[in-house]
Each structure stands twice: as structure tokens, then as C-alpha cells.
Nanobody, 121 residues
Framework: QVQLVESGGGWVQAGGSLRLSCAASVRTAMTYTMAWFRQAPGKERDFVASLKWLDGSLDYSHSVEDRFTISRDVAKNTLYLQMTRLKPEDTAVYYC??????????????WGHGTQVTVSS
């Protein structure tokens, strides 16, 4: 069983930065594709970014590709999401996911509990 624990969310003014972390309980999680999704109140859970652990290939949603960076620390079993130039529309609960592929949230098996990011204008 893979457990994922997010941290690093909070409140920030527009234009600011935050870094989210996702710690995985077991190293095998690192062989999966891992991803970040977000969900704003009343909206669908949307893909943000993903990283394929075996080859390091990256994928981003168009809305964040020039502002967010997904990365990993293999030694720490940790996935990161560096978010810069944050906008109010980035406000959401951010979830770490593993064991899936692509942009559809339903394809991922393992999920963290989420961390709130609030961007004020």
C-alpha cells in the first residue's frame, strides 16, 4: 500500500510562490508516474503536472506550464511542485497522486489527502 502525504500549502498573495511536497511511504511509489491535481470548490479535479519516475519525462497543463515546475528527490521519496507567479485562479486543494497515467484523475490509484493553496488578489 502506497501512502502519499502532501505539505506546503498555504496563503499567498498574487504573484507569490509556494512549494508543495509529496512524501511517499515506499520507494516502489517512485517507479510509478506521479502527478499533481487540483480541485477548486464546485469544480472538477484537474490535472496540473506529472512526472514519469523511470525516465523523468514531464507533462504540464497549459494553464501552469510556464509557472509551475514538477520535480523529485529520489533519495527522499518525495515529489515537489514549485509554483511561481501564482494567480487567484490557482486557488484550490492540491492533491498528489501515483499509479496512473495521463490527465484523467480516475486513472490514478493512490492519493494524498490534499493541501489547500489560497491566492489572494
Amino acid at each position: 500500500q502506497v501512502q502519499l502525504v502532501e505539505s506546503g500549502g498555504g496563503w499567498v498573495q498574487a504573484g507569490g510562490s509556494l512549494r508543495l511536497s509529496c512524501a511517499a511511504s515506499v520507494r516502489t511509489a517512485m517507479t510509478y508516474t506521479m502527478a499533481w491535481f487540483r480541485q477548486a470548490p464546485g469544480k472538477e479535479r484537474d490535472f496540473v503536472a506529472s512526472l514519469k519516475w523511470l525516465d523523468g519525462s514531464l507533462d504540464y497543463s497549459h494553464s501552469v506550464e510556464d509557472r509551475f515546475t514538477i520535480s523529485r528527490d529520489v533519495a527522499k521519496n518525495t515529489l515537489y511542485l514549485q509554483m511561481t507567479r501564482l494567480k487567484p485562479e490557482d486557488t484550490a486543494v492540491y492533491y498528489c497522486a501515483a499509479g496512473g497515467s495521463g490527465h484523467y484523475w480516475g486513472s490514478y490509484t493512490y492519493w494524498g489527502h490534499g493541501t489547500q493553496v489560497t491566492v489572494s488578489s
